[in-house]
């Protein structure tokens, strides 16, 4: 535990220097006071936590403080801390298996949100599972992003089912749930084509795919997750609300949040649609996919040690 935990707060290191820079060490011993709460609340709106939330977080910690005029910085944190677990409480996504495998998850997301590299890190956590599975190069509209998920089939040993680029995306679903059924596995990664959320006819070969899945599985896929940048704050909201209007997104992942101060924006977008949160990118390594833990987050955020 105290592992993942590590991984949560350096992944979350930004995050917390930026509030803790505008705050003045506001989570650190001393008393805190108007000005402080101010620099919180600009240190909060700035990491992308958003209107309300911000407000929750102020709301109470004001209140203490008028309750106890020598309210400290780390008692302040643990109310930010509480606050944030009552707003995600019951965001932790489960990962259930189909009842006739293989288990299909379609990832789903924009160009440079880290999507082909999430496919082969989610394939590769669920194989150091016990789980078998296969992955499907979908992702056939970009340049090189067939040899990318090829590369790092390479490097995981993982099966990847590809065409050459260009190729009908759906076609090589079609093929990959072929492949796995007929190898018995529990899984299948489909690495859709990154897209503007925004371009209607990209976003039709996602139902394409879509619909070509069904004629094998009338269930499939099972699981659509949204694989989102952190970095992009805000913007990751809008993402998410067109995505789930067209696909009803049963999932969430948040990439690259070992490089950014904007780490609140995944509390936007679950407040806003409830989306279950499934894993957190922390890191390159593919062990730096990470489960994602309101308890890890909360305290990361706050700079709280374990």
């Not at 001393?30 to 709106?45: N, T």
């Not at 090829?150 to 680029?165: C, F, M, N, P, Q």
């Not at 995505?243 to 049963?250: E, I, K, Y």
């Not at 949160?277 to 996919?289: N, P, R, T, V």
Request: aromatic share 8%; net charge neutral.
């Amino acid at each position: 535990m105290f592992g993942l935990f590590k991984k949560f707060k350096d992944g979350f290191a930004k995050t917390v220097s930026a509030i803790a820079a505008k705050t003045s060490g506001l989570f650190g011993g001393r008393k805190i006071d108007a000005s402080s709460l101010d620099e919180l609340e600009e240190a909060l709106i700035t990491a992308d936590f958003g209107v309300e939330t911000t407000e929750e977080i102020l709301s109470e910690i004001k209140a203490a403080y008028k309750n106890d005029a020598t309210l400290k910085g780390q008692q302040a944190a643990a109310i930010g801390a509480t606050v944030l677990k009552r707003v995600l409480a019951g965001c932790e996504g489960q990962l259930t298996p189909a009842a006739s495998p293989p288990t299909v998850i379609a990832m789903i997301g924009v160009n440079g949100s880290g999507k082909t590299t999430t496919s082969a890190k989610l394939a590769w956590r669920l194989k150091q599972d016990g789980k078998s599975v296969t992955l499907a190069a979908c992702d056939t509209f970009r340049a090189a992003a067939v040899e990318q998920l090829k590369t790092w089939g390479a490097r995981l040993d993982l099966e990847v089912i590809a065409s050459h680029t260009g190729a009908d995306s759906a076609a090589v679903a079609f093929d990959a749930w072929q492949a796995a059924k007929s190898r018995g596995r529990d899984y299948l990664i489909v690495d859709t084509a990154g897209r503007l959320h925004t371009k209607s006819n990209l976003m039709e070969e996602l139902a394409k795919i879509r619909r070509v899945l069904q004629k094998n599985d009338p269930m499939a896929p099972q699981h659509r997750w949204l694989v989102v940048d952190g970095s992009l704050g805000s913007n990751s909201i809008e993402q998410a609300k067109a995505f789930h209007q067209s696909f009803g997104l049963t999932g969430l992942v948040v990439t690259k949040l070992d490089g950014t101060s904007r780490g609140g924006a995944l509390v936007g977008i679950y407040r806003q649609l409830k989306i279950p949160i499934y894993f957190l990118g922390l890191g390159e390594q593919a062990e730096d996919l990470q489960p994602f833990s309101v308890e890890n987050y909360a305290k990361a955020v706050f700079g709280i040690d374990a």
